[in-house]
């Protein structure tokens, strides 16, 4: 059996979703427009360069839902899904999940964004099995903390470590470990894989790709890729490599 690893934000997303919430909630006067769009482009910056504290971030993030249940929440994640992540999946993407589900591969989204905005995006695109950083609830209510490893940038190794030691299993009892990600923050479990796949790259991540000769893909429309093949990094010279070279 092979394991099939996602990043979720621009990767099967074109953007980032939690950025996307966040937006969401300015849009919708849930919070202070100008301030809280203010942090939350700071945060994302911070992200793209490699440099964000995830801890901080997370409080910020977690903020608006503190005191809330999910059926009180239930109204905002739905028109959030609606008005936000529906045209924020790739076309492509679909068949690059539905490939490696009809392998047998056991398939996870690994993501830094929040159990709360992510898991209905999961569900949308047919995956069951989410890591994601996790928000606490405390009798029903979010209580505006994280708890467990946040899984971002050497976390991700650890909660998928941990992930797996439940089910009985390692990364090497697989034959071949997949993960597909965009970004330089996902290096450390990007270099644990026995197949490392980047996906419509950062700078830094696709400057370490070609030195490593790891494949490129890309899963945005206006590449005009096919990935109607097999996504196995064996066929990656074929419709799914972005040229190594370029």
Known sequence: MNL??????????????DHAWGEFLVAEGIVNAAEFRRKNDEYYAHYQAGSLDIQNYLRFALAP?????????????????????????????WPLLRQHQASGDLSVIITATNAFVTEPIAQRLGIENLIACRAEKIEGRYTGRSVDVPSFKEGKVVRINSWLAERGKTLADFDKSYFYSDSLND????????????VDPDETLRAHALTHDWPI????????????ASPSVDLAATALLVDNHA
């Open 65 to 93: 839902i503190k005191g809330k249940t999910d059926h009180e929440l239930s109204v905002w994640r739905q028109r959030f899904m609606q008005t936000r992540i529906e045209t924020m999946i790739h076309a492509a993407t």
């Open 4 to 17: 099939a690893l996602f990043d979720l934000d621009n990767t099967l997303l074109h953007g980032d979703s």
């Open 187 to 198: 290096l450390p479990l990007l270099k644990m894989v026995t197949n490392p796949v980047a």
């Open 217 to 228: 893909i890309s899963l945005r429309a206006e590449a005009g890729l096919n990935i109607s």
